[in-house]
C-alpha cells in the first residue's frame, strides 16, 4: 500500500520510503495479528492511513475500527481520511456522531478507549448489516495510561473484552494490527 499512497497523493508520503515502511503498508490476513513497533516520526500514522484507503478502495475490508488514545487524533484520522479519498476520487462520507468515515460503502470507526465499541454495525442500503473486521490500534498509550502496569493491563484487558470481540458472533477471525511507540518500560 506504500505506492498507493505515493502514487495518489505523493505529499503525503516521505521523498523515499524507508527499508521498515513496506512491512508498516503490508495488510494482514483474516486473524492475523501485527505489531507494528516503530519511532516516533516515522510516518506510521500517515502510512496506515493510506492502509486504511487502499483497504477500502480494493475491498480488502468489509469494515475497520480505528482505535486511537485521544478524540483529537480521532478527529484528525476522520479529516485525513476526506481528505485523501476526495483527493483519489473516492466516494466519502464524514458522520461526526457516528465517530465514522465511510470509504466506497466501507465503514471505518475511528474510536478511543473511552468510547463504546460493543455492537458496532453499519447497514449498507441494500440492508446488509455489516461489522468490523479488522481492527487497527493506533498508538493507544499516552504517558499517563504507560505510567504503571495496572494501567497498561487495564488497556489491554479492555482490547481482550470489547475491542477483539466487535466482529460478532459466527464471524471470521479479525485482522488486528497494532501501532506503537513504547513510552516506558511497563508499555506493552
Not at 505489531?35 to 510516518?43: L, M, T
Not at 480494493?58 to 484528525?76: H, K, L, M, N
Not at 457516528?98 to 471505518?108: A, I
Request: hydrophobic share 35%; net charge positive.
Amino acid at each position: 500500500a506504500p505506492w498507493w499512497l505515493k502514487r495518489g497523493t505523493p505529499e503525503t508520503g516521505p521523498a523515499r520510503f524507508a527499508d521498515y515502511h513496506h512491512p508498516l503498508g503490508r495488510w494482514p490476513e483474516p486473524g492475523e495479528r501485527q505489531a507494528r513497533v516503530v519511532f516516533r516520526g516515522a510516518a506510521k500514522s500517515t502510512m496506515t492511513t493510506g492502509l486504511v484507503l487502499w483497504a477500502c478502495d480494493t475491498e480488502r475490508t468489509r469494515g475497520i475500527v480505528w482505535v486511537r488514545a485521544i478524540e483529537s487524533d480521532c478527529i484528525g484520522d476522520r479529516e485525513a481520511m476526506q481528505r485523501l479519498a476526495r483527493r483519489r476520487g473516492l466516494p466519502v462520507e464524514v458522520r461526526a456522531r457516528e465517530q465514522m468515515v465511510v470509504v466506497r460503502g466501507v465503514p471505518v470507526w475511528t474510536k478511543t478507549p473511552r468510547g463504546a465499541v460493543r455492537g458496532l454495525r453499519h447497514t449498507l442500503p441494500d440492508g446488509t448489516v455489516v461489522r468490523p473486521d479488522t481492527v487497527i490500534v493506533d498508538d493507544l498509550e499516552t504517558r499517563d495510561t504507560a505510567r504503571s502496569a495496572e494501567q497498561t493491563d487495564r488497556l489491554q484487558r479492555w482490547m481482550m473484552a470489547d475491542l477483539f470481540g466487535t466482529a460478532g458472533h459466527n464471524a471470521p477471525p479479525l485482522r488486528v494490527i497494532m501501532l506503537g511507540t513504547p513510552i516506558t518500560p511497563t508499555s506493552r
